[in-house]
T-cell receptor, first 116, second 109 residues
Framework: GAVVSQHPSWVICKSGTSVKIECRSLDFQATTMFWYRQFPKQSLMLMATSNEGSKATYEQGVEKDKFLINHASLTLSTLTVTSAHPEDSSFYIC????????????FGNGTRLTVT | AQRVTQPEKLLSVFKGAPVELKCNYSYSGSPELFWYVQYSRQRLQLLLRHISRESIKGFTADLNKGETSFHLKKPFAQEEDSAMYYCALPSGGYNKLIFGAGTRLAVHP
């Protein structure tokens, strides 16, 4: 089945530094990937839609200069949290579709970011 | 605007008891709804989708357009069903998914 790999699984960084999270579709091509954020004991909140070869589409309230998304190829999307602050600490999850627009989403294992 | 509501944060039952996890939605048109499950320390995975009308791990969900509901049901809960369950709905371009708040199902022996 379709597998989405996310790296790293967890990262701790100092306030003011930037962190890059990778999302890869291992056995399928994904023109579109989605980035979610999940706070403890809360639901997944969609941050942005990552499109291969074009700019990402951000949800309302998400700072695009803060959360840089690059979809460099059909199997890789990256999310960079720039100038991270403690309030950016969260669980970031990417997902992708293995087929057409109506096919189900496959999720990565998530990345736990802790900013100290 | 599209919205998914899961009114219960926690549902606690004993093994063998029936389970119903509630999901209500707001959507203009004919929605395609999903149930995703997240077991402890595992990634989110698809449990079932209404369009396929299948039963997975004994769970079923029927779309009720009149009540705008897509409740997840299982006649006899098992301990291994303990997990977080999320109802989800496509919204907007790229059929991006929006999720309900989730319901934690705890099945006790």
């Amino acid at each position: 089945g379709a597998v989405v790999s996310q790296h790293p699984s967890w990262v701790i960084c100092k306030s003011g530094t930037s962190v890059k999270i990778e999302c890869r579709s291992l056995d399928f091509q994904a023109t579109t990937m989605f980035w979610y954020r999940q706070f403890p004991k809360q639901s997944l909140m969609l941050m942005a839609t990552s499109n291969e070869g074009s700019k990402a589409t951000y949800e309302q309230g998400v700072e695009k200069d803060k959360f840089l998304i690059n979809h460099a190829s059909l199997t890789l999307s990256t999310l960079t949290v720039t100038s991270a602050h403690p309030e950016d600490s969260s669980f970031y999850i990417c997902s992708a579709r293995g087929g057409g627009e109506n096919s189900p989403l496959h999720f990565g294992n998530g990345t736990r970011l802790t900013v100290t | 605007a599209q919205r998914v509501t899961q009114p219960e944060k926690l549902l606690s039952v004993f093994k063998g008891a029936p389970v119903e996890l509630k999901c209500n939605y707001s959507y203009s048109g004919s929605p395609e709804l999903f149930w995703y499950v997240q077991y402890s320390r595992q990634r989110l995975q698809l449990l079932l989708r209404h369009i396929s009308r299948e039963s997975i791990k004994g769970f079923t969900a029927d779309l009720n357009k009149g009540e705008t509901s897509f409740h997840l049901k299982k006649p006899f809960a098992q301990e291994e069903d303990s997990a977080m369950y999320y109802c989800a709905l496509p919204s907007g371009g790229y059929n991006k998914l929006i999720f309900g708040a989730g319901t934690r199902l705890a099945v006790h022996p």
